[in-house]
């Protein structure tokens, strides 16, 4: 163990100061009811042992800016340091949320304008930007076809079908929402199975909740005709566009038959995101949902706004040609690693993928699992792909590149990825005991979620 790796707690002597404040003139009282009993415990420091030990902290993260990312469904993608400066000027950091309206016209009309853009790419109406996070847009939505059916004095829609390869926030959302989910089954080849969806449409399906592509990655061909019959039994369209990279200035939900969608400004649109920063889940609908549109204000003032300068900055950085390509990189990137890494792991659909797609283990495995193939690749500098999700295999290893990856980032990646397999053939050994490099190995993940230590007791 290094120094410095030592707890700040650990480190403290007393009486050890990292400051000098000149002393307050003002007498503050020594009674009363906000007056410490006694003193806070803080660690006892200087101020190199403080700026040490912060810098030695974030050494010990992983983030888009020190690798490769390619955790899929999460889309991690570089996000460019202009959208920084623009979300930090003082001009809309130093606003008060309770500000006269006709003193922050600007602001207003930069979300007007994210509005008017998110509005051209998906094809919806309007969105509203109060939801701060994927799930909490869901949320809204799924309120939002409460309201619509509820207008119409339709009471009797009380289900949603949601794909076996939905996102898990899908049937959570419903649930939420006080709606029954109802699965309905993929086929072989990883889509929606039509046949399987036709005999639960009826007046009691209030819609369907779709990703498309869907979690596999994979274009939902059928999408027309899903939504024809959808929308023939009285049932609304949800679309789950957490992962609307691929689709970007190439396809429209809104042209699919969607009638209500939620995107995560912090994925597609160049938000940092991961460890539960600050996130942005604007909620579109088309015409025949706008009138419900402001109906849940489901949290305050208008939402997470630096975000949303964020995925303006972003937007009108690329502009309407090159968003294009952002789409189609993220296509080529994921059938480029697909296709050099197929020989050695398992690719259960082998289909042209878009942005992302699914390994179901090693080929040969030789005793070890996806847990150790992810671990082994920490120890070679880049962050593991999503592992174990989807759940429909046991082994999952799922892969997204994005756009923002070089050929040669790329390249490295799959080197190391043919490297793990000859290894988990040769010394398996090697796997199990992985990761060597990072300050934690293998904690209890379970224990670690349910039962995290958050503070330190002495
Ligand atoms: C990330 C994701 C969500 C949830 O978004 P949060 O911002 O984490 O709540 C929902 N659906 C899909 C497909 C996602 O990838």
Redesign the pocket.
Known sequence: MKYYDKLIFELSRPGRTGFSLPASERKMPREGVLWRSEPPRLPEVSEPDVVRHYTNLSQMNFGVDTGFYPLG??TMKYNPKINEEIASMPEFTCQHPLQPEQSVRGSRAAIDELDRALAAITGMKHFTFRPC??????LTGLMLMKEYHLGRGDLARTKVIVPDSA?G??PASAACCGYETVVVKSKADGLVDVADLKPLLGPDIAGIMM?NPN?LGLFEKDIKEIAELVHGCGGLLYY?G??MNPLLGVVRPGDMGFDILHL?L??TFSTP?GGGGP?S?PVGVSERVLPYLNVPHVSGFHGNFTVMLRALAYILMLGRENIRMVGKLATLNANYVKESLKDCYKLPVSSVCKHEFVFDGLLEPNGTTTLDVAKRLLDYGFHAPTIYFPLLFHQAIMIEPTETESPETLDAFIEVMRKIAAEAKADPGLLHSAPRTTPIGRPDETRAARQPVLKYEA
């Open positions: 469904s999460c996070a994927g799930a909490h847009g869901e996102h926030t899908n990703t979690t789950d957490a992962n995560n912090h994925k995101h996130g889940g």
